[in-house]
């Protein structure tokens, strides 16, 4: 198991930029595909990014391919979210999610492992 925790939400404006910080620690991380996820307020939760356990490959949702920007350090066990060119409906709460795998997954039931959550927030 991995304790995961997630930072760097917030408030922004439509066109604005964050960038999302996961810690992770409990176990080897490296070896270990993470994701990103996201949940707005009545919708179920969505696949946002992926990145495999090497780093070597990233998988994006069209909703965000090209804003969007995934990536790891694993010397520092920590896992990001680059957001730029952030719109209203990005709006949701954001996830980081740890696979048991090093394969590159996108659907939630491959994740064991879940943070609690960041709130991002877009103004039109």
């Known amino acids: 198991q991995v304790q995961l925790v997630e930072s760097g939400g917030g408030l922004v404006q439509a066109g604005g930029s964050l960038r999302l910080s996961c810690a992770a620690s409990?176990?080897?991380?490296?070896?270990?595909?993470m994701g990103w996820f996201r949940q707005a307020p009545g919708k179920e939760r969505e696949f946002v990014a992926a990145?495999?356990?090497?780093?070597?490959?990233?998988y994006y949702a069209d909703s965000v391919k090209g804003r969007f920007t995934i990536s790891r350090d694993d010397a520092k066990n920590a896992v990001y979210l680059q957001m730029n060119s952030l719109k209203p409906e990005d709006t949701a709460v954001y996830y980081c999610?740890?696979?048991?795998?090093?394969?590159?997954?996108?659907?939630?039931?491959?994740?064991?492992?879940w943070g609690q959550g960041t709130q991002v927030t877009v103004s039109s």
């Open positions: 999610a740890a696979s048991s795998t090093s394969v590159l997954r996108t659907h939630p039931v491959n994740f064991g492992s």
């Open positions: 409990g176990r080897t991380f490296s070896s270990y595909a």
């Open positions: 990145i495999s356990g090497s780093g070597g490959h990233t």
